[in-house]
């Protein structure tokens, strides 16, 4: 089974600081991914990444940064957290195969800015 | 833009009863579509695909149908049970752009009661 597991599962931050989020799969899985989770606006697209150190923007990049720097790691970095970046924050994987699209999520980490 | 709505913010059966989940989809670039299940505190977890070149595909309890020239999807549980008590998430995606990006509604609650 994939797993894919997130660092935090709550954490709490103060508005203007610098925010980390980890991510970590252990399929082996060439793509990974970072969503938003917000009531009535389903998950949006951050980043996703297909190799180390590649990434790509997805819908709603602003306010944030990706580092991937080994495979199996991904991380979402909020550079000055604001209140609008209070949610539920998901990463997800996915195998390189043509023809496979699934993706595999983690827990999520809910996020509050204040 | 929201290329893929779920216009059922929620849904009520009774156990026993088949659950219908419908999902519409405006991207004609859509070729592959799946649906999530969601409980709270937990990341979404991969259900059932279909490709545009099936109408149908069947899991166990669960049937996802497409009528591409409507282009709308609808997810089929029976017979629904408690445990099916989430909210559905229906996604889609394209071959030619790689699959990696998957557009996802803004989800439906459904609430099997007893």
């Known amino acids: 089974d994939v797993k894919v597991t997130q660092s935090s599962r709550y954490l709490v931050k103060r508005t203007g600081e610098k925010v980390f989020l980890e991510c970590v799969q252990d399929?082996?899985?060439?793509?990974m991914f970072w969503y938003r989770q917000d009531p009535g606006l389903g998950l949006r697209l951050i980043y996703f990444?297909?190799?180390?150190?590649?990434?790509e923007k997805g819908d709603i990049p602003e306010g944030y940064s990706v580092s991937r720097e080994k495979k199996e790691r991904f991380s979402l970095i909020l550079e000055s957290a604001s209140t609008n970046q209070t949610s539920m924050y998901l990463c997800?994987?996915?195998?390189?195969?043509?023809?496979?699209?699934?993706?595999?999520f983690g827990p999520g980490t809910r996020l509050t800015v204040t | 833009d929201q290329q893929v709505k779920q216009n059922s913010p929620s849904l009520s059966v009774q156990e026993g009863r088949i659950s219908i989940l419908n999902c519409d989809y405006t991207?004609?670039?859509?070729?592959?579509f799946l649906w999530y299940k969601k409980y709270p505190a937990e990341g979404p977890t991969f259900l059932i695909s279909?490709?545009?070149?099936?109408d149908k595909n069947e899991d166990g309890r669960f049937t996802v149908f497409l009528n591409k020239s409507a282009k709308h999807l609808s997810l089929h549980i029976v017979p629904s049970q408690p445990g099916d008590s989430a909210v559905y998430f229906c996604?889609?995606?394209?071959?030619?752009?790689?699959?990696?990006?998957?557009?996802f509604g803004t989800g439906t609650q459904l609430k099997v009661e007893l």
């Open positions: 997800a994987s996915r195998a390189g195969l043509a023809g496979v699209y699934e993706q595999y």
């Open positions: 399929m082996d899985h060439e793509n």
């Open positions: 990444s297909y190799d180390v150190k590649m990434k």
């Open positions: 991207n004609s670039m859509f070729d592959y």
């Open positions: 279909i490709s545009s070149i099936k």
């Open positions: 996604a889609a995606t394209s071959f030619t752009g790689g699959g990696n990006k998957l557009t």
